[in-house]
């Protein structure tokens, strides 16, 4: 399975940006998706995941209430909006794709990497 995101962008602070992951293959009915982040001299950290079934997600505690995941399973491809943008959500954002459940995907137990989109958040 091959992710491609995509989305990034530079944006003032309180502002939105999407970003998207498309699989090159089927992924709805067995994966779990997420993204996470590194922003520069940081380490990678969670940010959110959604079950194969959309069903059940998770979000990092800094995000809670200004990202939402989502997935449109018909085009393979999960999606990150990201509203009330700050400067400390800079970072480079990859996604993610996991046989296994949301909690696991969240400690960081990935089978695919996408390559990232960098997130510029201005002041």
């Known amino acids: 399975v091959q992710l491609q995101a995509s989305g990034g962008g530079l944006v003032q602070a309180g502002g939105s940006l999407r970003l998207s992951c498309k699989a090159s293959?089927?992924?709805?009915?067995?994966?779990?998706m997420g993204w996470f982040r590194q922003a520069p001299g940081k380490e990678r950290e969670f940010v959110a995941a959604?079950?194969?079934?959309?069903?059940?997600?998770s979000y990092a505690d800094s995000v809670k209430g200004r990202f939402t995941i989502s997935k449109e399973s018909a085009k393979n491809t999960v999606y990150l909006q990201m509203n009330s943008l700050k400067p400390e959500d800079t970072a480079v954002y990859y996604c993610?794709?996991?046989?296994?459940?949301?909690?696991?995907?969240?400690?960081?137990?990935?089978?695919?990497w996408g390559q990232g989109t960098l997130v510029t958040v201005s002041s």
């Open positions: 959604i079950s194969w079934s959309g069903g059940s997600t």
């Open positions: 993610a794709a996991a046989r296994t459940t949301v909690k696991l995907l969240q400690e960081g137990l990935a089978d695919y």
């Open positions: 293959a089927r992924t709805s009915s067995s994966y779990t």
